[in-house]
């Protein structure tokens, strides 16, 4: 799974432009990690860059906090929970021969 996101935010964001990459076993072999790349608007050089993995969650909020508003940096974090690290999946078994399988929903709070 590979997927990468624009934001291009503008004057609210060091740059203008954030870009977050999803690879799987790039870095950290079975592991999904994040590349943030911080990116001028004009130019598109990238002016800055990190990895993180699922451990570095409170440290990838922490570096978009620097690079940008609470709003974008919220908005940037949720896409990444969403497709670098999915929700958790429950399975129970329900007493007879089917088990059942379900999506716990991920809460997030905005504090």
């Known amino acids: 799974m590979n997927k990468t996101k624009t934001w291009k935010i503008g004057e609210c964001c060091t740059g203008g432009i954030i ?3 999803i690879s799987e076993n790039a870095y ?3 592991s999904t990690t994040v590349k943030i790349l911080i990116k001028d608007w004009k ?3 990238i002016l800055d860059s990190q990895v993180f993995g699922r451990i570095h ?3 990838l909020l922490s570096y978009l906090h620097d690079m940008t ?3 974008h940096a919220s908005n940037v974090m949720e896409w990444v929970k969403e497709n ?3 929700h958790r999946v429950l399975v129970a078994f329900d007493g007879g ?3 059942k399988t379900q999506v ?3 809460t997030w709070s905005r504090s």
């Open 19 to 21: 870009q977050a990459k």
């Open 28 to 30: 950290f072999p079975g």
């Open 43 to 45: 130019t598109k050089e």
């Open 57 to 59: 969650e409170s440290r």
């Open 69 to 71: 508003t609470s709003f």
């Open 84 to 86: 670098a690290w999915p």
């Open 97 to 99: 021969d089917n088990w």
């Open 104 to 106: 716990e929903p991920r």
